[in-house]
């Protein structure tokens, strides 16, 4: 089997075993690539899309676990969707400015599950999507058992998908099993899509009857006053919202959610049956017994000021070391800053000199391109992860490396 080298799609060999056809077609992912080079020691990693360790509420959830533990009997047991866990989600969607109810909640493996999930249920095997053509890599992993046609449209730095294109798409006669967006933090652009952007988007998928995928895991983490509603509070028949504990609590957790249309329910739950056969039953019990305590709320403020913070010194960073080499958009939410070079460079080259040279990973845009598009010229930053000081040695560090110039 050959290991991945610094970012290259390398096809894995299975040697004498004949996989599943879509499974030839399986690279080493830069994600997979990354997790194994920022965890070399010394390594400073502004490239994965973390939350910070000391921000997870261990003291108030191991008060949780003890009370579930001593209290709840079938808290080991397999079980049910926990009720009151669904009755906090819809406290949590309200808060959003989503208004739902539990029967439309259904408990999943975490964010990535519900992309899995609703894949299985909409498309079927080589059918069409429509999503950004740089866009999250796990929903492509989650898609690509269908071997899909995947219409591409572009993402504007300044309000999201181009919602023209998509309406396009549709009025030219293509009929996609669902539209994939990112309506907060996007990653890894960073942007957030503007309300004009989402009023068209369902308008569309009203319109033409096709369903939207909201995947919505940073949007709770939002660092302006005014946050935009979900997609999800302009339609509850063709939004299929998935939301997440993963970044406001803990992505060890493993516990997601999808509001979707009543009716589906019962079939994303055969669906998801198939998988693993229910969401964690001990996991769903901790987590409600942790919002019980309503500590979540001002947990989440919290978490929404630290991010800030670092999001704010990441961006005063890269004012300091590359106005002069790079743009970039300051993020209303999530994680992630976008970086884009001024000059050409080549990305492979560029990101090997920032780990051998530097000590210091990101992700280059092109791991994120669709169609495998080599002339990004985006790179894709983190700053939920590392600290302050953490971040601008990083970036001062980055910026040597883009200076120098030996990968042009
Ligand atoms: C856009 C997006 N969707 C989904 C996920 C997966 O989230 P979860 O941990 O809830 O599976 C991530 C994780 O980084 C993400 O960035």
Not at 42 to 47: E, K, M, P
Not at 195 to 212: C, F, M, N, S, T
Not at 349 to 363: D, G, P, R, Y
Request: glycine share 8%.
């Amino acid at each position: 089997m050959k290991k991945a080298t610094v970012f290259e799609r390398t096809r894995i060999s299975t040697e004498k075993i004949a996989v599943a056809k879509w499974a030839c077609g399986i690279e080493w992912s830069a994600i997979q690539e990354m997790m194994w080079i920022g965890s070399r020691p010394g390594v400073l990693s502004l490239a994965l899309g973390l939350p910070e360790i000391e921000f997870f509420p261990a003291k108030e959830y191991a008060k949780a676990v003890e009370r579930v533990l001593e209290n709840d009997p079938l808290a080991m047991q397999y079980g049910v969707p926990f009720e009151p866990l669904k009755s906090h989600v819809v406290t949590l969607m309200g808060q959003r400015g989503v208004e739902c109810n539990e029967r439309q909640i259904f408990l999943t493996t975490g964010a990535q599950q519900g992309m899995a999930l609703l894949s299985h249920l909409l498309l079927d095997h080589g059918g069409a999507v429509i999503c950004e053509e740089t866009i999250y890599t796990g929903f492509q992993q989650a898609i690509q058992p269908f071997n899909p046609r995947i219409l591409c449209v572009s993402t504007s730095l300044d309000d999201g998908m181009d919602s023209e294109a998509v309406e396009s798409i549709l009025a030219s006669g293509a009929r996609p099993a669902f539209i994939y967006v990112i309506p907060d933090g996007h990653n890894p652009m960073g942007v957030s899509l503007s309300g004009d952007k989402r009023e068209q988007l369902v308008r569309v998928a009203q319109h033409y009857a096709i369903p939207l995928i909201e995947d919505d895991p940073y949007g709770f983490l939002n660092y302006e006053a005014e946050a935009l509603r979900p997609l999800r509070s302009l339609d509850d028949e063709m939004v299929f919202y998935i939301g997440s504990f993963s970044k406001i609590l803990a992505p060890g957790l493993r516990v997601g959610w999808i509001v979707a249309p009543e009716a589906m329910i019962p079939k994303i739950a055969i669906v998801k049956e198939a998988v693993d056969i229910n969401t964690a039953t001990f996991t769903q019990r901790t987590i409600s017994a942790y919002l019980d305590t309503g500590h979540s709320f001002g947990h989440i403020s919290f978490l929404r000021e630290q991010y800030k913070l670092r999001r704010d010194a990441m961006i005063n960073a890269l004012q300091a070391h590359l106005a002069d080499a790079a743009r970039w958009r300051i993020p209303t939410s999530g994680f992630f800053v976008w970086v884009e070079l001024l000059n050409r460079v080549n990305m492979r080259e560029l990101l090997k000199s920032a780990v051998e040279i530097e000590n210091v990973a990101f992700i280059p845009g092109q791991a994120f391109c669709v169609n495998g598009a080599a002339d990004s010229k985006g790179i894709r930053l983190n700053f939920s992860y590392c600290s302050i000081d953490r971040i601008e040695e990083g970036i001062a560090r980055l910026a040597r490396v883009i200076k120098n110039g030996t990968h042009h």
